[in-house]
């Protein structure tokens, strides 16, 4: 390799020519995968490139001449090479950091530059089959994706995001021939992962990660938008419903409105939780427009209980106000935010009143030190006599993995339970299917649990390394009061989606005579998130947990 980067520099030109005598012996390429390959004749290892006619091959390396320092980096310039069928090198030169090349039946070829330093920015490289250069475009972006056509007389590159930039998140069509840009247009379509060219009828389609192609003329226009935008609609694209129902301002046609709520149908029926709470935003905004209030509370209320962070809570309020008569009884009950999003959960809600101190400190009693408000409402509910850990998912999360081996190996000490439910482990003997886990977990006995809490515990000392809040005495007296069958119950939920359903748990977990608690602190000023509606609707709610806001006021 150490003798192939050399023959590139030893020239020191950004491109050197350099043609060989004919060989009869065709070329050697070993392909890896991953667009990599080997040809022992050069001592190459590296990125690799055909032309569809298989007559031309470009290969590249980002590294320095020295092959000693790759990727990142602020100076060592990076080599490229075109070579025949044969393996007659063509075109040899340099680039600061070449990526992504493409070769055309004509030989003609394009690589991407992403250049040295921090900053974000690119350059497109277009180079004639002897290395006559045809094009070069600098970006204040980085680049993405990139083709050039197969006769070798269009090129197109992508750009990624870059704030403030004139150059982020659009397409750049270049003409090779003519050696400069004729069009670009902004990212409107997402990330494409292939192209195709149509020169006889100029026009490029960008082909996206699921096959969709989008045509564009070579003036940057798109050949068919109403289609494009049917199809997005369809497959439940908020982004794009959104764009259409504010260009309408909200007078659609019937036929428009019947078309996105049926998208709108498909977007709340997703996994993702954002894009749920979303399309509910989106059917009450279209509801609230043509005047159907009841419709438009449903869909607010519906979305503040997937996130209550959508942004419809001043929205919904005031259709209620609307919806209620000023003379009814309904009208002189106000609630706060809090209670109505406890409502909302279907949880409990309950107010405590606490010292504050300065910063966000509490306490309980006039003789306590000042804590955080998890700590102090803990001490409320321990003078009510109540056990329990101001731990979020930290305990519960701890216990799972306790009782799921039998014993735990001392090398998953400190591993994430969600990480090996997840099977995302390194070693194939660690990807323990779910059954496996679970039936250890349904048989586990406190002594079970107490043997891997001083394994897990083992790197800290008293707790584990990433829940310092989590003590014996928390894991041993929840599992004493939740049991193997409650808590196999929480730990099958959370196998389903165990990334997802790390994160959201409230902040105290209570037990007390046989009886599971669990309680999320509300200081003023705070507000619920979309993963602790997530976590309270998929599993302590739909288990039946006694579950409840803890409303903090000065007191």
Not at 110 to 118: C, N, P, R, V
Not at 175 to 194: F, P, R, Y
Not at 274 to 299: F, S, V
Not at 407 to 416: E, K, M, W
Request: net charge negative.
């Amino acid at each position: 390799m150490k003798g192939f980067l050399k023959g590139l520099f030893g020239g020191g030109r950004e491109v050197e020519r350099a043609a060989q005598p004919g060989r009869a012996v065709p070329l050697e390429i070993e392909p890896f995968g991953h667009g990599l390959v080997s040809i022992p004749s050069l001592d190459f290892f590296g990125p690799h490139a055909a032309s569809p006619n298989g007559r031309f091959h470009l290969i590249w390396q980002d590294r320095n001449p020295e092959g000693t320092i790759s990727g990142h980096r602020y100076e060592g310039h990076g080599s490229w090479s075109l070579l025949s069928g044969n393996g007659n090198r063509l075109a040899t030169g340099r680039l600061e950091r070449p990526q992504h090349g493409h070769v055309a039946d004509t030989g003609t070829f394009i690589l991407s530059d992403w250049m040295f330093g921090d900053g974000l920015s690119g350059r497109l490289v277009a180079f004639r089959a002897d290395g006559h250069k045809l094009v070069e475009r600098e970006f204040s972006a980085n680049l993405a994706s990139s083709d050039v056509s197969a006769d070798g007389r269009f090129a197109i590159c992508q750009t990624a995001n870059a704030p403030g930039s004139a150059d982020s998140c659009r397409y750049f069509l270049f003409d090779l021939d003519q050696g400069c840009e004729i069009a670009n247009w902004e990212q409107e379509t997402g990330w494409s992962e292939d192209y195709a060219f149509d020169p006889a009828n100029r026009r490029v389609y960008l082909i996206g990660k699921e096959g969709e192609r989008v045509g564009y003329d070579f003036g940057g226009a798109m050949i068919d938008r109403e289609g494009w935008q049917r199809n997005r609609i369809a497959t439940g694209d908020i982004r794009i419903i959104r764009s259409i129902s504010d260009a309408a301002a909200g007078e659609l046609s019937q036929e428009q409105r019947t078309a996105i709520f049926a998208g709108l149908d498909v977007a709340e029926a997703s996994a993702e939780v954002w894009r749920q709470a979303q399309a509910l935003r989106l059917r009450g905004e279209l509801h609230e427009h043509a005047g159907e209030t009841e419709a438009a509370i449903a869909a607010y209320d519906k979305a503040l209980s997937i996130d209550p962070q959508v942004g419809v809570s001043r929205k919904l309020a005031k259709l209620q106000r609307t919806a209620v008569p000023k003379n009814s009884a309904r009208a002189t009950v106000r609630i706060g935010k809090f209670e109505q999003q406890a409502q909302r959960f279907g949880i409990e809600h309950e107010v405590i009143h606490l010292e504050r101190g300065a910063g966000k400190e509490w306490r309980l009693r006039r003789d306590d030190t000042m804590k955080p408000v998890e700590l102090a409402a803990l001490d409320h509910y321990a003078a009510d006599g109540w056990s329990g850990a101001a731990a979020e998912g930290g305990l519960i999360l701890t216990l799972i993995k306790a009782a799921s081996f039998n014993p735990l190996p001392q090398r998953h000490a400190d591993t994430f339970i969600e990480a090996l439910y997840a099977q995302n482990v390194a070693f194939p003997e660690d990807r323990l299917d779910h059954e496996q886990l679970l039936g250890t977990l349904g048989n586990a006995s406190r002594r079970q649990v107490e043997s891997n809490w001083a394994i897990i515990a083992a790197t800290a000392g008293h707790s584990p390394a990433y829940y310092p809040a989590v003590r014996r005495e928390h894991v041993l007296g929840l599992f004493d009061c939740l049991g193997t069958k409650r808590l196999r119950e929480i730990a099958e939920r959370f196998a389903q989606a165990p990334y997802d359903l790390r994160a959201g748990w409230p902040d105290l977990t209570l037990w007390r005579e046989g009886e599971i608690r669990f309680v999320e602190v509300k200081a003023p000023g705070d507000s619920m998130h979309a993963s602790q509606a997530r976590l309270i609707s998929k599993i302590l709610v739909s288990l039946g947990f006694r579950t409840g806001l803890a409303e903090i006021r000065p007191g």
